[in-house]
């Protein structure tokens, strides 16, 4: 979908989010603690925010299709996929060229 | 011993002795206990008789005594007798203490086993297929959802405590890497059925799971929704392992990264308490003191991927653990870990039984 295709090619972190869901919320401090700033993209406040979500869900991103977590431009998964990869140490390693040097 | 004093307690025998046989005469003796020593010491030999059942001795048997033990002072005497009473008293206090506490656990127990039968007769209806929201009371679901719950928990224990201990034998049987691995998955596959069976009392209730009351007192102290935090095990087993230089590199930065996956869940926890507050508070009012309360509904389900997501950082951080080790050092660290959480359990008993030690 041409949204998410320019959203995600122009945002090193995209994170496709609703107001209240708490787990998007959690998803993006969780990037805020190591260090990066990702683009929060709230369906809820998008009027074609139904649209997005629709082009999430066949891109694999279904119950919930939010967080929706793209990283330099491909699709990371939700919050089950972040936390894994960070368990692992592959999360740092991924927003590492992204980071801010504060 | 001087013969004055002989004579005085001579005569003293003589007055009372004469009529009457010695058993009556301890009886006579109790409320003149304190006014005559030579009937003191009588009292005292008449008490060691008694306690020893011998009925044989002579009139003249205690009087033999009686010199003998004229010579021992009779403030010991008396405070012997003192101490005695003390010790009964106090006998009859804890009689009396312990035989109250028997008296309630035997209703708690009764309470138990009807609870237990109820419990029973839910879950055998569960699994004979019966729609458990046809058993026909508000909340059947849910009610069943929870006592399949308890029963599957509590055997879910049982089996983890036996795993833990084949373990432990394995382990120092020497047993081959292979084998030891395929107890460890074997474990591991256990810990996974405990995330599926709170997967579904999550959906059933997920107030009940996150209350945390189907935990012990103590493992309660240490809950975060609804389960342990993966990190604070991690740093309780880590140092009861040996590992090389860089398994404790990577084990530190493992737990500094499910730190980090705690805090934004936390923090998403926060929000949600917040939200539900605000819609709580917010929500239309509809008239006789109900409130519009589909928006609270809606952060109640929310409450369900969370807990959910809290396990499954548990279950992925146990992973990682064990992946970073050898096989008898994974042994080890689910040995230590099962050991742990039995050691907080049995110190929930210990801490309930308190109250309920002799004086």
């Known amino acids: 979908m041409d949204k998410i295709e320019t959203l995600t090619s122009e945002n090193a972190i995209v994170v496709f989010s609703k107001s209240t869901c708490c787990l998007c919320y959690a998803v993006t401090i969780l990037f805020k603690e190591l260090g990066v700033e990702p683009l929060i993209h709230e369906l809820d406040h998008d009027p074609e925010g139904w649209e997005i979500e629709k082009a999430l869900v066949n891109q694999g991103c279904n119950s919930p299709p939010v967080p929706a977590v793209f990283i330099g431009g491909k699709l990371v998964g939700s919050t089950n996929e972040v936390m894994s990869l960070h368990l692992r140490g592959a999360l740092i390693p991924l927003i590492r060229p992204y980071q801010s040097l504060a | 011993m001087n013969s004055s004093s002989t004579q005085y307690l001579n005569s003293k025998r003589m007055e009372v002795y004469e009529p009457m046989n010695p058993f009556s005469m301890w009886g006579d003796f109790k409320g003149n206990i304190y006014q005559d020593a030579a009937m003191i010491i009588e009292v005292d030999a008449k008490l060691e008789n008694q306690l020893s059942e011998d009925n044989s001795h002579t009139t003249h048997g205690p009087s033999n005594q009686c010199d003998q033990e004229a010579s021992k002072p009779v403030d010991k005497v008396l405070r012997r007798l003192a101490q005695n009473r003390e010790a009964a008293r106090k006998s009859r206090l804890r009689k009396k203490a312990y035989v109250q506490q028997l008296e309630a656990s035997r209703l708690k127990l009764l309470h138990l086993e009807q609870e237990l039968e109820q419990t029973k007769a839910q879950c055998a209806l569960m699994r004979g297929g019966v729609n458990a929201s046809q058993l026909g009371f508000p909340g059947a679901a849910t009610h069943a959802g929870i006592a399949a719950f308890e029963i599957e928990y509590e055997q879910w224990v049982d089996l983890q405590n036996k795993k833990t201990n084949n373990l432990k034998t394995a382990l120092n049987s020497g047993m081959d890497d292979t084998e030891l691995d395929r ?177």
């Open chain 2, 183 to 359: 107890l460890v998955q074997d474990a591991l596959n256990h810990y996974a059925n405990l995330f599926n069976i709170k997967a579904t009392v999550a959906k059933a209730d997920v107030c009940y799971l996150i209350s945390g009351v189907w935990k012990t007192s103590i493992e309660r102290l240490f809950l975060w929704i609804g389960g342990f935090r993966p990190s604070e095990l991690l740093k309780v087993l880590v140092p009861q392992l040996q590992l090389l230089d860089h398994q404790s590199h990577d084990l530190y930065n493992l737990i500094q990264a499910c730190q980090q996956a705690e805090d934004s869940l936390s923090q998403g926890m926060e929000k949600l308490q917040q939200t539900l507050a605000e819609a709580v508070a917010c929500g239309q009012a509809l008239g006789g003191g109900c409130y519009e309360m589909r928006n609270a509904m809606d952060k109640l389900e929310e409450l369900v991927r969370l807990v959910i997501q809290a396990d499954y950082v548990r279950h992925e951080t146990l992973q990682q653990t064990l992946r970073n080790l050898t096989p008898r050092q994974a042994a080890q660290g689910l040995i230590s870990l099962g050991e742990y959480l039995q050691r907080l359990r049995d110190l929930s008993s210990t801490w309930a039984m308190r109250l309920c030690e002799p004086a």
